[in-house]
DNA sequence: GATGAATGAGATTTCATTCAT
DNA sequence: AATGAATGAAATCTCATTCAT
């Protein structure tokens, strides 16, 4: 027989569990069959500590939201350096939780999840964009970046270099090289936005 | 009953359903009744056109393929010329057929095709990133824009406005404002690309 | 197009492809779909011929009838005569219609047939163990065979025999070696049969 | 609800419920429903269980391989003593097991089975024609049997009133009458044997 | 006479969920 | 707290049969 945990430490692994897989396996794939046997307990325990699927989904859902707003917004006044350690900040997070990068930004995510449990995601998605916008918006009108593009453009080449980083990010701890390619990922993607001034 | 359509209609008929749908209610929805339903025929119609559900999800990814791969890789001599042509013509794509939107960049759909089906789209996908690599040396060796920044920030900035865009757009046909705009991210976009110089 | 038929001649072939499949395949394989396609029909054709399935069944057990039932009983007066005759008429049977041997002794077959059907089997069946049977009374009553042993005994030694001997049949034509020990078996179950006495 | 059994005791039941509704209605009917609702569970109960149908039908033909191979071969030295054994010993299985009895030489079977099973039965088919064969082998050595006649003779006639004789045992418990005219019907099988001689 | 397209009914299988222990 | 057994509902798939051409 499986380790009696308490119930909170057993939500705690069902829902990272249901993080894990969703990101390794699909959505399809998403049994409770395959949330029980990866981490050795019955389907049943599961609803023993949730009422329902649903309900499994959306606490991943919270741990995901947790893990995505810790530290959220970043602290520094300069926009620039503000977004620097943002940028830093979910490169960190998807190398400790390598689990959520197909997550990170995928809608599909919500399609399975329950109509509150989308919105609160949703509306942490805005708080994300709002950040990165407003942060932007600061920098173009302290005159650091150009003011004659469209912000949109500067938003989302940085989600981009953002997004196109973390999804090659692998489960391995990260190299010495790592570190110093992303600092010049940062560097350069900065001087992207910096020289069109 | 229903209209009788040629097999090869048939077939078409079902590929796109499946492809609209996909995007529309996510793959957990996607049962062969749905599909069936969302074109008035009975499932056992579905089966008589395709093997199984794989093969029905296949040929939807023959036609995204399609879809995705039409004039591709743009004729353009000019590296900048080319990105921009590419630029227009995904998003007239993704106008003219924006179920195809959520797919576009999805790997989700990957998971559950068959692994043949999930490797001719890896490989057009491939073909993608390689044609804009190539595009920005080529710009790099022309001195059209910055030599001295990685060339991961400017695949993944135009990646992320392309996808920035394309995921906002509506199934609406696009008004006069919409084109000036996208016209106008394009000079945005340019303009932080060459002036990184 | 498949070249047309009368509708006899049509019914005839269908009703032999059943008889066919039925000792190929199996029954559970016997679909219609492996009807129609093994004398290269449609299905709809089938059905333009009979009314049911069922129907087509029963017309392949007609057919059965008439192979089996063909120059029966036989003429001779001599009772181990007309046993020989019967012997040697199922192997010449067997051997142009290999496809009815796992046929020839089934009960299956009537599980799938119709109630008319079935009872029209039985009925022939019936009518061979009556003529064996009587057969094998009146050696007994002529002394050519022990009297003070059950007829059973030798009705189903004598089944046995033809039984074992046609399951082995093959396919291909008979060799002289075949007819050669035909024969042999033939004398040899006479004399077991006769030295019993 | 149904009554809780153990997997094991479960597993047992499904499959000689498999055997023997394939006795009594045929391979064609033998649908899950059927099989559940012949023992009061859910069709889902079944594959609980089982694997899939094939899995089913393999656990009945080993339930089926065990009953015909219990007490094989027997350990008589005289050969028609071991013959006369294996003679009894069938028709107590027979009365014991009537399920089995249209299943006990049926080639119809080994249609529905996996190619692993189906060869698993022919072995044990084999193992059994091997028995009778090498019994009647020895007494023809030992003279108790002709000599002079084909052996497939007397094996065919030893099949044949074997499987004659349990063809017609009833459900019903043994009369006195029909112990009687089972050793009737031996006595007379093995007089019809050495008088050959 | 023949067929390609279509389907209702049913067979097999999966999955979230309940229940007794 | 945990689980093994059980299941209703739904998903996938098959098959005999109909219909329009």
Known sequence: MTQRLSA???RQEIAEAVLRLAGQEGFHRLTTALIAKSIGVSEATLFRHFQDKQDIITAALRRFEE???ADFPPKE???LEALRAFFFQRIALIRKHPE???LAFN?????IASEESAERISFC???MFQFIFSSLQQAQEQRMIASDLPLEVFLWSFLGVLRGYTDQIQAAPPTPQDEAYSKTLWLG???LLRRSK
Request: aromatic fraction near 0%.
């Open 8 to 10: 909170e430490e057993r």
């Open 67 to 69: 893990l995505v707003m």
């Open 77 to 79: 006044e300069h926009p």
């Open 100 to 102: 959520i990068k197909s």
């Open 107 to 111: 809608v599909q995510l919500l399609q």
């Open 125 to 127: 998605i805005g708080q």
């Open 189 to 191: 993607l900065e001087q």
